[in-house]
């Protein structure tokens, strides 16, 4: 860790020439040191080369480089990015504070135990690891090394969901649908811990309930694993969800719908946009495009739409900010190693009522 001295030391000199207070100098300092981490990548696929790019515009990190197996993948990208390219992981992983895992499910155990291992705090994509099995024994060492780790669930930071998320209170029934283009890239484990994951997360973060019951279905159309999912996900408070999903859709769809008492909220991940529907007592003269119904009992309610604003941010230039705040603060991560491992036990239970009722029908077709 280093810090950024040169914008701020002409206006130290300044302060203490004037004889400033003690005290005002040491507020400036705090205020405009910038704590620079050393960062490097393990990754450099698509979404790692997106990560690369993200952080060479946070100054909060100094990107040291990154590890890539695919000897091509990694010439093409230290080229084009102009950014080191290491020979082992090792030799990465000694050379920074924070190690970024973006490389397949399979591998994100071995790295993220190696980095721990060395002390060093980690960001690591989802699904946070392969198995329970690996999730379990990662809180373990994790804890054990007193490092932060921070799992890339990247839809707490859509702004369509930071816009939407203070309007949310108690949901009743939730349908999420996620659907997308076929793309052969994620087609090693099944669309539940590809796709699906992203909507179990934002799930457990609204719903503050556990998990009464879970029925699923799915189909395995182009690859070996389900590529569409129907998830009904039934909560101990009542709260219901449906989740559909699907990577071999003729379009790209990412929205969820929350109902509750006197509201109806959306959210587009996609677009990045959310709106509120709301239903509320009508004034006693309501205006000429006030838009009001007549419940059976005669009491006026007015309609209300209102699109809810939100900073147009890159949600993961954003979750990297804020790892890097985590550390530098000693706080807890937005995003915790624990909040992580409770996404993959839930995605398992749905492969789990997959393969059930996948069993059911071969019974019955027999």
């Given at each position: 860790m280093k810090?950024?001295?040169?914008?701020?030391?002409?206006?130290?000199?300044?302060?203490?020439?004037?004889?400033?207070?003690?005290?005002?100098?040491?507020?400036?300092?705090?205020?405009?040191?910038?704590?620079?981490?050393k960062i490097g990548v393990l990754g450099a696929g698509h979404l790692g080369k997106i990560h690369i790019n993200c952080i060479k515009q946070i100054e909060k990190y100094e990107l040291v480089g990154f590890y890539d197996q695919d000897e091509n993948t990694a010439k093409t990208v230290a080229e084009d990015a102009n950014v080191r390219?290491?020979?082992?992981?090792?030799?990465?992983?000694?050379?920074?504070?924070?190690?970024?895992?973006?490389?397949?499910?399979?591998?994100?155990?071995?790295?993220?135990s190696?980095?721990?291992?060395?002390?060093?705090?980690?960001?690591?994509?989802?699904?946070?690891?392969?198995?329970?099995?690996?999730?379990?024994?990662?809180?373990?060492?994790?804890?054990?090394?007193?490092?932060?780790?921070?799992?890339?669930?990247?839809?707490?930071?859509?702004?369509?969901?930071?816009?939407?998320?203070?309007?949310?209170?108690?949901?009743?029934?939730?349908e999420v649908h996620r659907l997308a283009l076929y793309n052969p890239r994620g087609c090693d484990v099944p669309v539940v811990l590809d796709l699906t994951v992203h909507d179990i997360d934002?799930?457990?973060?609204?719903?503050?309930?556990?998990?009464?019951?879970?029925?699923?279905?799915?189909?395995?159309?182009?690859?070996?694993?389900?590529?569409?999912?129907?998830?009904?996900?039934?909560?101990?408070?009542?709260?219901?969800?449906?989740?559909?999903?699907?990577r071999i859709s003729l379009k790209n769809m990412r929205k969820f719908r929350i109902f509750q008492n006197g509201a109806y909220i959306t959210m587009d991940f996609m677009e990045k946009k959310s709106d509120i529907v709301r239903v509320e007592d009508a004034d006693e003269n309501p205006g000429p495009f006030d838009m009001t119904i007549s419940l059976p009992d005669g009491t006026m309610k007015k309609i209300s739409v209102m699109e809810l604003e939100s900073e147009q941010t890159n949600a993961i230039k954003t979750e990297l900010e804020r790892?890097?705040?985590?550390?530098?603060?000693?706080?807890?991560?937005?995003?915790?190693?624990e909040d992580g491992v409770e996404v993959l036990k839930v995605a398992y239970m749905i492969l789990d009522e997959i393969d059930k009722h996948k069993q059911q029908l071969k019974k019955h077709l027999k």
């Amino acid at each position: 860790m280093k810090f950024r001295f040169a914008k701020i030391m002409k206006n130290i000199i300044i302060l203490t020439e004037k004889n400033c207070q003690t005290i005002k100098l040491i507020s400036y300092i705090c205020k405009n040191f910038v704590f620079m981490l050393k960062i490097g990548v393990l990754g450099a696929g698509h979404l790692g080369k997106i990560h690369i790019n993200c952080i060479k515009q946070i100054e909060k990190y100094e990107l040291v480089g990154f590890y890539d197996q695919d000897e091509n993948t990694a010439k093409t990208v230290a080229e084009d990015a102009n950014v080191r390219n290491f020979k082992n992981i090792d030799e990465l992983i000694d050379s920074v504070d924070v190690v970024d895992i973006v490389t397949p499910t399979i591998a994100h155990f071995e790295c993220a135990s190696k980095a721990i291992a060395k002390g060093k705090n980690v960001f690591i994509e989802k699904p946070i690891v392969a198995t329970v099995e690996e999730a379990n024994k990662l809180i373990a060492l994790a804890r054990n090394a007193k490092v932060k780790v921070q799992v890339g669930h990247v839809e707490r930071f859509n702004p369509a969901f930071v816009a939407a998320q203070p309007y949310i209170d108690d949901p009743v029934f939730i349908e999420v649908h996620r659907l997308a283009l076929y793309n052969p890239r994620g087609c090693d484990v099944p669309v539940v811990l590809d796709l699906t994951v992203h909507d179990i997360d934002i799930l457990l973060t609204i719903v503050k309930s556990p998990i009464k019951s879970i029925e699923a279905s799915g189909v395995s159309i182009v690859s070996p694993t389900p590529d569409m999912i129907t998830t009904r996900i039934e909560f101990e408070n009542g709260a219901v969800a449906n989740l559909t999903t699907s990577r071999i859709s003729l379009k790209n769809m990412r929205k969820f719908r929350i109902f509750q008492n006197g509201a109806y909220i959306t959210m587009d991940f996609m677009e990045k946009k959310s709106d509120i529907v709301r239903v509320e007592d009508a004034d006693e003269n309501p205006g000429p495009f006030d838009m009001t119904i007549s419940l059976p009992d005669g009491t006026m309610k007015k309609i209300s739409v209102m699109e809810l604003e939100s900073e147009q941010t890159n949600a993961i230039k954003t979750e990297l900010e804020r790892f890097n705040d985590a550390i530098v603060t000693g706080t807890e991560p937005p995003v915790t190693i624990e909040d992580g491992v409770e996404v993959l036990k839930v995605a398992y239970m749905i492969l789990d009522e997959i393969d059930k009722h996948k069993q059911q029908l071969k019974k019955h077709l027999k």
